[in-house]
């Protein structure tokens, strides 16, 4: 048969790929025939390979001398590529990487033994080297010597290992002896596979699962300029797209709705960031292979970049999804357009709530869009998790309090290794503090609960782009109640309340506190949680003078957090012993300092008197004398009464006036002070 005996063979990926793999099998066979004097002595040695000889006797490609062969099988996958209309991963990367069809056959050859392990044997033989299975370089040379100068094909074999299509298995022995595989992922993609995990480090997606512009839940100026993307990369005028924003806030699904416009998947690559990674290669050579547009997902810190090359297998577009951190620079950089997605608005809130919850149905939906500011991935995910508590408690219908468990199964997932929950509830009648600090709360909680419709009338009103984050500072001595305070809001809030760990943020190698803070602060903002940094005196403190590299660094921490509080959309409570170590700028930055004063005689008895349990048997005059002469902070009191109510429970009787008495006398000794009560007659000798 002349080379057009394929004419009738479907222009598929797996016809494609058996034409190239027998045109790959035909130059070794007829190599291994020459060299072993005939056909027949091949056969007799190697007669599990005779099926091969009998497919080839079909096609018309048997008898044909080695120098022969490869023009053969040139012509005619060439004609028959003429009329496939089909993608073909084998011609995509050929062709994107600028190969020829003797290169490619070369790749082949590689990759025979990946699908009949019975070539391994030929090619013991053939290597002349026992426990060798695989072709090396040595041996594709003298396969196509006698149609291709050997300097030639050694500069293909070069050329297919730096683009990753070609692996040395033992490069540590001379290089005709080095053996050649395919990388496995790139060998399945050759195929035609696409499977969801080509590699543990990339995810493909393809078209049909990605969403279309019209799907999108962005501005409507945002939407008309994503579609016009498609055709300025189909005529070269932008080459990536870079979509900044944070965590789990559509970036991929906005990138993958390019991708689909352009026909493509895309390969959603984590982890890298620099240009001399090797993983590069194979991740330009998968996208080629499944049609798909790379997107880099880089969340970087302050001062980081993410150098990504354009690899040599690939040629497409790039995508880049990276939150406000961090810069770009290669491949990506080269004629990039920018886009930004903030957190979604209340409006876009309630259409992602709509779609999350399904079919569900929910009498709350204004007021979960209103409540509850996360990022949209968030908002979904959590809409999952809600469909999933109303059912296990026997309900159809969606509440706000299944939303707020959803969220909080998602704060703790992402949020648990950076801060320490603390449970919130309650509201302001459980503290006792002076009047002017309870109106500053209350109007610290207004500002909470308005912050975003404030944020936007601000916007409107003066043009000035201002965010939606409270930041608010608690002042005052030890034991006044700046904890419990912001305890209370987070419970009057309905919010997760989490506290910072000084410890796993401050970190002594430069620049790891800066990235440490902005992780922390980006989480609280993508779940709309409150964070508080408790004594926040080592991050909040005085700029000084530079007299060490210690000083310069310790000033770049406080300048970059000062940076960071300025454009930070959660809210954020700061607490601190000693406001006059605090940096005059971090106040300018506050929106609300609330002081807090030692509690007078007034607020000492309501302390008493909502810690004391409801049934107890102390003197009442006795408590007046006690929160009249006793100047004690809330802390020290609520220690006053645990320490009673266990001589309590020891002594199986109700907290009365000895016990009192011992357990303040017990604060005055822990403190080295004198306690200003009058000696008693019932004084507890179990204190």
């Known amino acids: 048969m002349d080379a057009t005996s394929f004419a009738d063979l479907p222009g598929t990926p797996a016809n494609h790929f058996k034409l190239y793999f027998y045109a790959a099998v035909s130059q070794v066979l007829t190599t291994a025939a020459e060299r072993m004097a005939s056909e027949n002595a091949l056969e007799d040695r190697f007669p599990h390979l005779n099926v091969y000889n009998v497919e080839l006797d079909g096609c018309g490609a048997r008898g044909l001398a080695s120098h022969e062969v490869p023009a053969w099988w040139r012509e005619a996958i060439g004609q028959w590529e003429t009329d496939a209309a089909d993608f073909l991963p084998a011609r995509a990367i050929r062709d994107s990487a600028g190969l020829d069809h003797d290169a490619m056959t070369l790749v082949f050859c590689a990759g025979l033994i990946e699908e009949d392990a019975r070539f391994g044997s030929l090619f013991e033989a053939l290597n ?36 990753g299509l070609l692996h040395v298995v033992n490069p540590e022995v001379p290089r005709l002896q080095q053996a050649l595989e395919v990388p496995s992922p790139v060998w399945d993609a050759i195929r035609g596979g696409r499977p969801e995990r080509p590699v543990p480090w990339a995810q493909y997606r393809p078209p049909s699962s990605l969403a279309a512009f019209g799907d999108l839940i962005v501005p409507d100026p945002l939407r008309a300029a994503l579609a016009q993307l498609p055709t300025l990369v189909q005529a070269g005028d932008a080459r990536a797209v870079i979509v900044r924003g944070p965590q789990h806030n559509g970036r991929r699904t906005v990138i993958g709705a390019i991708a689909r416009a352009l026909g493509r998947g895309v390969l959603e690559i984590g982890g890298l960031t620099k240009r001399d990674d090797d993983r590069w ?31 040599g297998g690939y040629d497409g ?27 979604p608005d209340a409006g876009a809130r309630r259409d992602h709530w709509r779609r999350g919850l399904d079919s569900s149905p929910t009498f709350e939906l204004d007021g979960i869009s209103e409540r509850f500011r996360m990022t949209a991935g968030n908002l979904r995910r959590a809409a999952g998790l809600a469909r999933s508590y109303a059912a296990l408690d026997g309900r159809a219908a969606i509440t706000a309090g299944d939303v707020q468990q959803g969220a909080r199964a998602l704060n703790r997932q992402a949020l648990d290794t950076l801060a320490e929950p603390v449970a919130a509830s309650g509201d302001w009648r459980q503290l006792a503090a002076r009047e002017d600090t309870l109106r500053e709360l209350t109007s610290l909680e207004m500002r909470c609960r308005h912050r975003e419709r404030l944020a936007a009338s601000l916007n409107t009103a003066t043009g000035l782009q201002s965010n939606c984050g409270v930041r608010a500072l608690f002042r005052g001595p030890s034991g006044t109640g700046k904890t419990l305070a912001a305890r ?163 002594a199986r009787a109700v907290v009365d006036t000895a016990m009192i008495d011992a357990a303040v006398r017990r604060e005055y000794r822990k403190v080295g002070a004198v306690c200003p009560l009058r000696p008693q007659a019932f004084s507890f000798t179990g204190g």
């Open 281 to 311: 290669r194979q991740a330009g050579l998968l996208a080629t292979a499944l049609n798909a547009m790379p997107i880099a997902v880089c969340d970087l810190g302050p001062g980081e970049t993410a150098d990504i090359p354009r690899a």
């Open 128 to 163: 002349e080297s026992p426990g060798q299975p695989r072709p090396t370089i040595g041996l594709l040379t003298e396969c196509w010597a006698e149609s291709i100068d050997r300097g030639e094909v050694r500069a293909r074999i070069r050329r297919l290992h730096e683009l």
């Open 317 to 343: 577009p790039i995508g880049v999804a990276i939150g406000r951190s961090g810069g770009v620079a290669g491949a990506a950089a080269d004629r990039a357009l920018t886009f930004v997605l903030d957190m």
């Open 488 to 650: 209370l809001l987070a419970g009057v809030l309905q919010i997760d309340l989490y506290r910072l760990d000084l410890s796993s943020v401050v970190n002594k190698y430069i620049g790891e506190t800066e990235k440490n803070l902005d992780r922390v602060l980006s989480r609280a903002e993508e779940l709309d949680v409150m964070l508080l940094v408790d004594e926040g005196d080592s991050l909040l403190t005085q700029r000084t003078s530079v007299q060490s590299s210690n000083d310069r660094y310790a000033n770049l921490e406080t300048n970059y957090l000062l940076q960071r509080l300025e454009c930070f959309e959660g809210i954020l409570i700061v607490t601190t012993n000693a406001g006059d170590r605090i940096d005059a700028a971090f106040e300018r930055r506050m929106d609300v300092v609330v002081e807090f004063q030692p509690p007078q005689p007034p607020e000492r008895w309501e302390i008493w008197q909502m810690h004391l349990p409801a049934a107890n048997a102390v003197d009442p005059d006795f408590l007046n004398d006690v929160a009249t002469r006793c100047v004690l902070g809330g802390g020290q009191i609520r220690n006053a009464v645990l320490h009673a109510s266990l001589l309590a429970l020891d």
